[in-house]
């Protein structure tokens, strides 16, 4: 694998998955002189339209896995739930980039929390719950109203129930499968923010400018940069995403998403080891986007300065809201991207846009 | 073919040429939700990587146009050079853009100027030249330094000769292969410009902000934006690229060249109908890139608001120059792209680079 790194022009780079993070990043790697090969299980998935070679297989499929590791010269992937074994496998004979530890740190709401407080980043309080009696001692040992989370497996507020302090939770447990769960302290926040950051193989560091995050039921709704947040706050949330990257030996994009505590404080709400929906606004706000940088560090090549040279709004097209799309192609200022999917089903990320303003000097 | 525009997403527009125009015209495509089915006779050309589907086959072969006109909803192209009879036949069965007619014109260098003066444009004095007696009268009558050019099929300098005015030029007509010619007085212009403009499926018109454009060998070296030039000289260009766009009832991107008399009179050198070399920067410093208005246009889709965010100048890698992409990709403010062309020869187009900096009121 020596001098490997960084990819000449003309290499090919891996995605495991192909939904719209991976047919964004195949543009951002075409750019960049790379083609793409992208596996996953549905031969008409949004990347592949782009990729320049697609192989239709599960996620955990080992052979169709050392296929595209015969393909390519690194691999990376596009979501946090592709299975940790078959990926940690590939990964010895293949550089794959964010790390496996990346995935499985990610994958798990109580490894997560336990790998966050370890290295001494704040999260809300939370509690491991393998049972209905556990969830009872959970929920009087954190007090207040809590969360109870899958611990593996959820997405945009999918595997979620919200406990309030006075009200019977008997059948919560239950009602999310069964399956081991985490109990977390709702917190009184004033405001969501994320921060996209890289790391590069050469152990470089590149923050996007804090993104301040609306979501509705569950479900990213609008970034807006940007956030309102002191320039300490925003140095402080940039420092909290580098010592996650520094402790993963993490090569690639992340996005770290804070609670804004009413005392200012950040707390971590969650990692996701690959570009992440409140980083779109980079692509039509700063010279070099999440998914360049993405590639870029997946490359070997150096992190783009990333400055933006404008502010901006995004927001998600879910399910329906995608019939604005005609509307919003007229507005002056706002980049539209759509992801290429037939169905517009309730729920669904269908595209968003982005509107841009001049840069103001926060 | 009523009620086919605008294309709903998901609907294939067939691009015939595969080059770097038409792999930058697939990734503007993808973000507005449309396939893109490609026609090159390289299999391994630029396009290729991004494109849903690729037909390979001459631009010519009638029968491989159909099967592209079979597959896509409409049909555009990324260079002037592809035979007009065959695109002229392919436009009686499925929506051509731009139509055949801007290509007719654009393919013959006696053509399009006289199409130019025929609307009241002004270019550089010129006189049809078939033969080397032909040639000897229109010297002596245009007077002064002359360019030699072939009327067809040339680019990027090729195909042409400049003739000194006390130089002899016996060989000049034979050397360019004896083929119709047209000579042009050498006009002593300050500066070049190009304005990129498009012209929607409804009429409606819009323009980017004109590039001061340097050339070396023909071939375009470097575009900065904004020009050198007046508002009045800016609005005039303008002006004149719309009365060519609605002269042709043109659907698309096209490119105006200009030269800028040192009198400050703007002169036509030539058009391009298509998205072209000296609109790159637009991907860089505007919202709306030339790639996806000319998507817009020939989808049917509103046209984008041309402003620009940012200054720009944009640099050619030509050949081996493309050897200054590791350290441009160490800038700041730097975006830089490269087509995917493994061979690096002398005078071909490996990428470009756009480096952006805060909007200038000009």
């Known amino acids: 694998m020596t ?67 015969g393909r390519v010269s690194v691999v990376t992937y596009e979501f946090e739930n592709v299975p940790v074994e078959p990926v940690r496998a590939l990964s010895r004979i293949i550089p794959v980039f964010p790390p496996p530890e990346a995935l499985e740190v990610a994958q798990d709401r109580v490894v997560e929390k336990a790998f966050l407080n370890g290295i001494g980043i704040r999260t809300a309080p939370w509690r491991a719950v393998d049972d209905p009696q556990e969830l009872d001692h959970a929920f009087l040992d954190l007090g207040g109203d809590c969360i109870l989370k899958t611990r593996r497996l959820g997405y945009d507020g999918k595997g979620q129930a919200v406990l309030r302090e006075n009200a019977s939770h008997g059948e919560a447990f239950d009602g999310l499968g069964g399956v081991p769960a985490i109990l977390e302290k709702k917190i009184p926040f004033e405001r969501e923010i994320s921060v996209i950051a890289a790391r590069g193989q050469d152990g470089s560091f590149a923050a996007f400018d804090p993104a301040e995050n609306v979501h509705g039921l569950g479900i990213l709704k609008s970034s807006t940069i940007p956030a309102a947040v002191s320039p300490e706050q925003r140095q402080a949330a940039c420092d909290i995403a580098q010592s996650i990257l520094d402790k993963l030996t993490y090569v690639g994009v992340i996005g770290v998403e804070f609670f804004v505590g009413k005392d200012g404080a950040l707390l971590v709400n969650e990692i996701a080891p690959r570009v992440h929906n409140s980083g779109h606004w980079t692509e039509a706000a700063c010279t070099i986007s999440q998914f360049e940088q993405h590639i870029r560090a997946v490359a070997g090549l150096p992190l783009g300065n990333p400055a933006r040279h404008s502010d901006a709004v995004m927001e998600n097209l879910i399910g329906s809201e995608v019939d604005r799309a005609s509307s919003l192609l007229g507005e002056a200022g706002v980049m539209l991207t759509l992801y290429g999917k037939s169905e517009a089903r309730p729920g669904r990320k269908m595209g968003h846009f982005t509107r841009v303003s001049p840069r103001s000097e926060a």
């Open 3 to 69: 001098n490997r790194f960084p990819l000449p022009p003309g290499a090919a780079i891996g995605m495991i998955g192909g939904g719209q993070l991976g047919r964004m990043m195949a543009s951002a790697a075409a750019r960049l002189g790379y083609r793409m090969v992208v596996l996953d299980p549905d031969a008409g998935c949004p990347a592949a339209q782009l990729a320049s070679e697609t192989i239709t297989a599960a996620y955990d499929d080992r052979e169709a896995l050392a296929r595209l590791a």
